[in-house]
């Protein structure tokens, strides 16, 4: 059992940033065989994979659409990932959902992962 809490959303300007954080945390769930996905959500859309890390090493996955303006960090400490997210558009405009898989790998697909959180909104305006 993992539950996740998000947190860092916001209303910025295109060309603007956000950082946005999830935190993880239960009794049932081993770091060591974790990885946290973003996903992001748009109205009329399908919910759409954004990044991955995989817990045990750090290694990271992106879409094509944010490779070289978002970056995935975490804390081991806090159990918390981060998603920065530079040089914003509109088009990134979205909720943006955390997700947990305990299977160890980097999934890009949200039928693979087990746990969401509540989402967090982001707004970009042009």
């Known amino acids: 059992q993992v539950r996740l809490v998000e947190s860092g959303g916001g209303l910025v300007q295109a060309g603007g940033s956000l950082r946005l954080s999830c935190t993880a945390s239960?009794?049932?769930?081993?770091?060591?065989?974790?990885?946290l996905g973003w996903f992001r959500q748009a109205p009329g859309k399908e919910r759409e994979f954004v990044a991955t890390i995989r817990w045990s090493d750090g290694d990271t996955y992106y879409a094509d659409s944010v490779k070289g303006r978002f970056t995935l960090s975490r804390d081991n400490a806090k159990g918390t990932v981060y998603l920065q997210m530079l040089s914003l558009k509109p088009e990134d405009t979205a909720v943006y959902f955390c997700?947990?898989?305990?299977?160890?790998?980097?999934?890009?697909?949200?039928?693979?992962?087990?746990?969401w959180g509540q989402g967090t909104q982001v707004t970009v305006s042009s």
């Open positions: 239960g009794r049932a769930f081993s770091f060591s065989s974790l990885s």
């Open positions: 997700a947990a898989d305990l299977r160890g790998g980097r999934p890009s697909q949200a039928d693979e992962y087990d746990y």
